[in-house]
């Protein structure tokens, strides 16, 4: 019920393509979905966030697509470049309840030059 | 930009020994966190601290883990008797008063050897 389920493992794209990772939650009580960017060696650094209210959300080339009906929800980066190059991570979290933060897995995205 | 600075980058232990991992949260920060990720797996939230007493703890952080903000500034996780298990990156984060994005440190690798 608390998991965050993460997919995939691991993801390659060419330079300039488009990098989709998707998440399903079973929690209907989450209610804030931030996405997180870490660098070898490095904290998780938060990259975008949406509530369920809103069914996409954009920043730059980083762009969430939310569907609260089939409880998933993706991070597609646009014009991936080699600096993109990172472990992303899908979370969520019960806004009113609690603080802590539920992680997926994470993935290796690793972008080709 | 403010962060949360976290101390050592690295601590090696032997089974058994007392550990205490240090954090410098951002200062005007009033919400505390302590979460790890084992090697290859997902970040784990451990304990929430607010208002100098835990607010929330997950089933791994049991007797042997405590947590202290000793003078205001620091904020310290302590592991009384290690275990190999334990071996993980430790992160520490904190949240400011509008209650919106925990900002993560860059971790403490322990080796409990």
Same mark, same amino acid.
């Given at each position: 019920?608390?998991?965050?389920?993460?997919?995939?493992?691991?993801?390659?794209?060419?330079?300039?393509?488009?990098?989709?990772?998707?998440?399903?939650?079973?929690?209907?009580?989450?209610?804030?979905?931030?996405?997180?960017?870490?660098? @070898? $060696?490095?904290?998780?650094?938060?990259?975008? *966030?949406? #509530?369920? +209210?809103?069914?996409?959300? !954009?920043?730059?080339?980083?762009?969430?697509?939310?569907?609260?009906?089939?409880?998933?929800?993706?991070?597609?980066?646009?014009?991936?470049? @080699? $600096?993109?190059?990172?472990?992303?991570?899908? *979370?969520? #979290?019960? +806004?009113?309840?609690?603080? !802590?933060?539920?992680?997926?897995?994470?993935?290796?995205?690793?972008?080709?030059? | 930009?403010?962060?949360?600075?976290?101390?050592?980058?690295?601590?090696?232990?032997?089974?058994?020994?007392?550990?205490?991992?240090?954090?410098?949260?951002?200062?005007?920060?009033?919400?505390?966190?302590?979460?790890?990720?084992?090697?290859?797996?997902?970040?784990?939230?451990?304990?929430?601290?607010?208002?100098?007493?835990?607010?929330?703890?997950?089933?791994?952080?049991?007797?042997?883990?405590?947590?202290?903000?000793?003078?205001?500034?620091?904020?310290?996780?302590?592991?009384?008797?290690?275990?190999?298990?334990?071996?993980?990156?430790?992160?520490?984060?904190?949240?400011?008063?509008?209650?919106?994005?925990?900002?993560?440190?860059?971790?403490?690798?322990?080796?409990?050897?």
């Amino acid at each position: 019920q608390q998991q965050v389920k993460q997919s995939p493992q691991s993801l390659i794209v060419q330079k300039g393509g488009i990098s989709i990772i998707n998440c399903a939650y079973e929690n209907t009580a989450f209610d804030y979905f931030p996405w997180y960017q870490q660098f @070898p $060696g490095k904290g998780p650094a938060l990259l975008i *966030a949406i #509530r369920p +209210d809103v069914s996409e959300k !954009k920043e730059g080339r980083f762009t969430i697509s939310f569907n609260k009906s089939a409880k998933q929800f993706s991070l597609h980066i646009m014009d991936s470049q @080699p $600096g993109d190059s990172a472990t992303y991570f899908c *979370a969520a #979290r019960e +806004d009113f309840r609690d603080d !802590k933060i539920i992680f997926g897995k994470g993935t290796r995205l690793h972008i080709l030059p | 930009e403010p962060e949360v600075t976290q101390t050592p980058s690295h601590q090696v232990t032997q089974m058994g020994q007392e550990v205490i991992l240090r954090c410098v949260p951002i200062s005007n920060h009033l919400y505390f966190y302590w979460y790890r990720q084992i090697l290859g797996q997902k970040v784990e939230f451990l304990v929430s601290f607010y208002n100098n007493e835990i607010s929330e703890k997950s089933e791994i952080f049991d007797d042997q883990f405590s947590v202290e903000r000793p003078d205001g500034s620091n904020f310290t996780l302590k592991i009384r008797s290690t275990k190999l298990e334990d071996s993980a990156m430790y992160f520490c984060a904190s949240m400011g008063p509008g209650k919106n994005i925990q900002y993560f440190g860059a971790g403490t690798r322990l080796s409990v050897l």
